[in-house]
């Protein structure tokens, strides 16, 4: 068995991935998940696109509107960023 740091998949999913499953499950708009995370539609689509990385406390806001983790948003996006760091090497 590989360990985490070996284990390369051949796909990763960025955060919007998850977000966007997230509220397709509640059947929720974009405008309404902005609105319940109280952000700009500049600040999410900023961590949605992998401009910026995903704060502590725009992971504590999913986490609480999505009855999840903050560490789960932090990780999701920690993950894949490495991956794609590894992919294009």
Do not use: C
Request: no cysteine; hydrophobic share 35%.
């Amino acid at each position: 068995m590989k360990s985490e740091n070996t284990a390369i998949s051949e796909r990763k999913f960025t955060i919007s991935y998850f977000i966007n499953e997230q509220i397709e499950f509640r059947n929720w708009s974009h405008d309404l998940l902005l609105e319940k995370l109280g952000v700009s539609k500049d600040e999410f689509y900023k961590i949605i696109e992998n401009e910026e990385p995903i704060s502590e406390l725009f992971g504590r806001k999913l986490a609480t509107v999505f009855s999840t983790s903050t560490e789960y948003w932090i990780n999701l996006d920690t993950i894949y960023k490495k991956w794609y760091k590894h992919k294009k090497k």
